[in-house]
Antibody
């Protein structure tokens, strides 16, 4: 069964940093694009970033460019999201998802909650 | 990277058919046949229901179907059931490996 499990969320002060992790299993991780999607409390889904299967290309939504970095370790079947200079508006549940291609996002993990507050 | 436009809410009685629209621009929905739809029940992770405009993943009921015309994609749920009550989001490829989601539609089964 294909599965992804996120971890690393928590409470952080504005301006702080946090690193999210995602452990993948049940599929050939090193052949898959991976994506982070977030959902602010009571709000809709927002695509955040993705990374090519070999880590050679990364893409970001404008609101996180220069602050967030997506990365992966194919030897560990793991995806990461380094979040710096966090703002209140970054408060959300962050989901790790496999991209089968062109927005075919599946499976989704249970998400990890990031709260940015003083 | 503006969110795609969806109606805030749609409702229907059991057994009826409903449609949810997803309107983008010529830079996203209108340019690519890469629109997907996700169902999300409260407190749960989203679930892929439709991809590449009209394709259904294995295990998704054939009561769910998708289509597209111009800058607008549409999700149709036929034979509405109580379990279909959820939030629904569309998503479109927007070029250069970027994606954009819709604002979401709450479906209520009367």
């Amino acid at each position: 069964e294909e599965q992804v499990v996120e971890s690393g969320g928590g409470l952080v002060q504005p301006g702080g940093s946090l690193r999210l992790s995602c452990a993948a299993s049940g599929f050939t991780f090193n052949t898959c694009w991976m994506t982070w999607v977030r959902q602010a409390p009571g709000k809709g889904l927002e695509w955040v970033a993705n990374i090519r299967y070999d880590g050679s290309e990364e893409f970001y939504v404008d609101s996180v460019k220069g602050r967030f970095t997506i990365s992966r370790d194919n030897a560990k079947n793991s995806l990461y999201l380094q979040m710096n200079s966090l703002r209140a508006e970054d408060t959300a549940v962050y989901y790790c998802v496999r991209d089968h291609g062109y927005g075919n996002f599946d499976p989704w993990g249970q998400g990890t909650l990031v709260t940015v507050s003083s | 990277q503006s969110a795609l436009t969806q109606p805030a809410s749609v409702s229907g009685s059991p057994g009826q058919s409903i449609t949810i629209s997803c309107t983008g621009t010529s830079s996203d929905v209108g340019s690519y046949n890469f629109v997907s739809w996700y169902q999300q029940h409260p407190g749960k992770a989203p679930k892929l229901m439709i991809y590449e405009v009209s394709k259904r993943p294995s295990g998704v009921s054939n009561r769910f179907s998708g289509s597209k015309s111009g800058n607008t994609a549409t999700l149709t749920i036929s034979g509405l059931q109580a379990e279909d009550e959820a939030d629904y989001y569309c998503c479109s490829y927007a070029g250069h490996s970027i994606y954009v989601f819709g604002i979401g539609t709450k479906v209520t089964v009367l």
